[in-house]
C-alpha cells in the first residue's frame, strides 16, 4: 500500500486500456484516493470507463488548454480534497498533418498545438495544481523517449522533447516548495491514441525486434507500476528523472542478434 492516504488526479483515461486507466487502478490498489478529468465528446467514455476501475471514481471536466477549467479545477479539488498529493499528466496530442511522414510539410499552426497540447500543458497542469499540493506531492507525465528522432512520429517528437525540458524546468522551480516532477519514458503500447499515430506497427516492430526483456505492446501494467512509484514516498528524492520502462530498449543501439551480409 504505498500509496496509502493519497489523493491523487488522473488525466488521459479515455478507455481500460489507457495507460492512465492501468496507473488509476493500480494506485487504487495501492491505496489511493483517484479523481479522473477529460472533457468534450471523450468524456462519456472516460466516465464508462471510471465506472470499471477497482473502486468507481468521479470525472473532473479539463480541457488543459483552457484557463477556465484550470481555474475550475483548482476551486473543485480545493472545496473536495484540500490538498492533492499527486497527478498523472497523460495528455498528447498532434493533428494528422504533423504525425506519419510529414514533418517537413506541417504548417506551424499543427506544430503548435502540438506543443501546447503535449508540453506546454505539464506546466499549465501543474501551476493549478501547485497551490494545493503539499511538500513530498508529486507529479508524473507520461514521455516518449526524445532523444532520437524516430520514423512517423516528426512533429509529436518534438514535443515530446519539449515536455522532458518542461518538466526539468518544473522540477528546479518547484524543489524548493519539495513538489517533484519526473517523466515515465514508455514503450510503444496499444492504446488508442497510439493506435492512431500512422505507423504505429513500425515502432511497435522495433520494439520486439530490439528490447532486451522483450516487449509486450499489449502490457500497460509495468508503466503503471512505474508511475505508482514514482507518486510515493518510495521516490522521494528522485525529481527531474525521466525514468524508462521500455523492455531496455533505450539501453542498446542494435538487436543482439545483426543479420549477417549475404
Not at 505539464?122 to 495544481?129: E, S, V
Amino acid at each position: 500500500m504505498i500509496l496509502a492516504g493519497k489523493r491523487l488526479l488522473i488525466t488521459g483515461v479515455i478507455t481500460k486500456e489507457s495507460i492512465a486507466f492501468h496507473a488509476a487502478a493500480q494506485a487504487q490498489r495501492e491505496g489511493a484516493t483517484v479523481l479522473l478529468t477529460s472533457f468534450g465528446r471523450v468524456r462519456r467514455m472516460t466516465e464508462r470507463a471510471a465506472q470499471k476501475l477497482p473502486e468507481p471514481v468521479d470525472v473532473l471536466e479539463l480541457d488543459v488548454n483552457n484557463p477556465d477549467d484550470l481555474a475550475s479545477l483548482t476551486e473543485s479539488l480545493r472545496e473536495r480534497w484540500g490538498t492533492v498529493d499527486g497527478a498523472l499528466h497523460a495528455i498528447a496530442f498532434a493533428p494528422e498533418d504533423a504525425l506519419g511522414g510529414r514533418f517537413m510539410t506541417a504548417p506551424v499552426e499543427s506544430a503548435t498545438v502540438a506543443f501546447q497540447t503535449s508540453a506546454f500543458s505539464l506546466k499549465a497542469l501543474t501551476a493549478a495544481l501547485a497551490p494545493l499540493m503539499p511538500s513530498g506531492a508529486s507529479i508524473v507525465g507520461l514521455d516518449f523517449d526524445a532523444s532520437v528522432a524516430w520514423p512517423i512520429y516528426d512533429w509529436m517528437g518534438v514535443a515530446k522533447a519539449a515536455l522532458e525540458s518542461v518538466s526539468r524546468y518544473l522540477a528546479r522551480d518547484l524543489g524548493p516548495q519539495g513538489i517533484r516532477v519526473n517523466l515515465v519514458s514508455a514503450g510503444p503500447l496499444g492504446t488508442i491514441a497510439a493506435r492512431g499515430i500512422p505507423g504505429f506497427e513500425q515502432l511497435a516492430e522495433l520494439w520486439r525486434a530490439q528490447a532486451p526483456l522483450g516487449w509486450d505492446v499489449g502490457d500497460q501494467t509495468p508503466v503503471a507500476d512505474a508511475i505508482c512509484f514514482l507518486l510515493s514516498d518510495y521516490a522521494r528524492a528522485i525529481s527531474g528523472e525521466i525514468l524508462h520502462v521500455d523492455g531496455g530498449f533505450h539501453a542498446v543501439g542494435a538487436p543482439s542478434e545483426v543479420p549477417q551480409a549475404g
